[in-house]
């Protein structure tokens, strides 16, 4: 069997997973889902991950969630080259501890960013407070200041000379914001030139059909049924706001 992805490239776990097994010429089928829609919660896909999130991975009889745990999962069966996730001790340090400090930094702020100011409003219809604006806004810029300062330094990437899973999971996040109409890069001259980077070592081609479907966000927000966001409304407000 072809080893199945469930994606969605609104979702920024899924554009490095999709990424990264594009880039790597890993054979996979691209099993669509949809997580505004709620499709997540479907009883096909609990079969596949009971945490009920994307990306989740099937190969044959085997299923895994977790993004970081699915690219670490095709880095290793793939055999994928040493720079994703080097086999040198303080390199995949390096790469392990961007990927542990990600999740409640970086992933957290860009994301509230992209409800507060695209979904929350133009979707839900609620207005979001100045001070909560004014506060994620803040949090986002402290998460910035520290991945340029800390993990980018004066290097071309986070582990070294070249990309790595570390870059890879940086990038989607740091791409998310835009999707909301905020320029992240502005005023960043080193974020600005990490980025060029990375999207060079990825190529072109694939960054942008991969993030694609965030960039265009904006215009596609006015066509989402927002009928089937309304059963998450208070569970959305309560975490965001």
Same mark, same amino acid.
């Given at each position: 069997m072809v080893l199945e992805l469930y994606l969605d490239l609104n979702s920024q776990p899924c554009r490095s997973v999709y990424i990264f097994a594009k880039k790597n010429n890993i054979p996979f089928d691209f099993q669509k889902i949809s997580l505004l829609d709620g499709e997540q919660y479907g009883e096909e896909f609990g079969k596949i991950s009971l945490i009920r999130k994307a990306p989740a991975l099937r190969d044959g009889d085997f299923c895994l969630a977790e993004s970081i745990a699915i690219l670490h999962y095709l880095a290793e069966k793939f055999k994928t080259p040493d720079f994703w996730f080097p086999v040198?001790?303080?390199?995949?340090?390096?790469?392990?501890?961007? &990927?542990?400090?990600?999740?409640?930094? &970086?992933?957290?702020?860009?994301?509230? #960013?992209?409800? &507060?100011?695209?979904? #929350? $409003?133009k979707i839900l219809g609620v207005d979001v407070p100045q001070d909560k604006m004014d506060a994620a806004l803040d949090d986002l810029k402290h998460s910035l200041n520290l991945l340029e300062e800390k993990f980018i330094q004066d290097k071309p990437f986070i582990a070294g000379d070249q990309i790595s &899973?570390?870059?890879?999971?940086? #990038?989607?996040?740091?791409?998310? $914001?835009?999707?909301s109409g905020l320029d992240v890069f502005e005023d960043r001259p080193k974020l600005s030139a990490w980025r060029d980077r990375v999207e060079a070592a990825i190529g072109k081609e694939l960054f942008d059909d991969a993030h694609q479907t965030i960039l265009t966000a904006q215009e596609r927000v006015s066509t989402m049924d927002a009928s089937k966001m309304q059963v998450f409304k208070p569970k959305i407000i309560s975490f965001f706001l």
């Open positions: 040198d001790l303080h390199q995949r340090a390096r790469v392990n501890e961007y &990927l542990s400090w990600q999740h409640m930094a &970086l992933r957290m702020h860009g994301s509230r #960013i992209f409800w &507060l100011r695209l979904l #929350i $409003p &899973l570390a870059d890879l999971v940086a #990038i989607v996040e740091v791409m998310q $914001p835009l999707g």
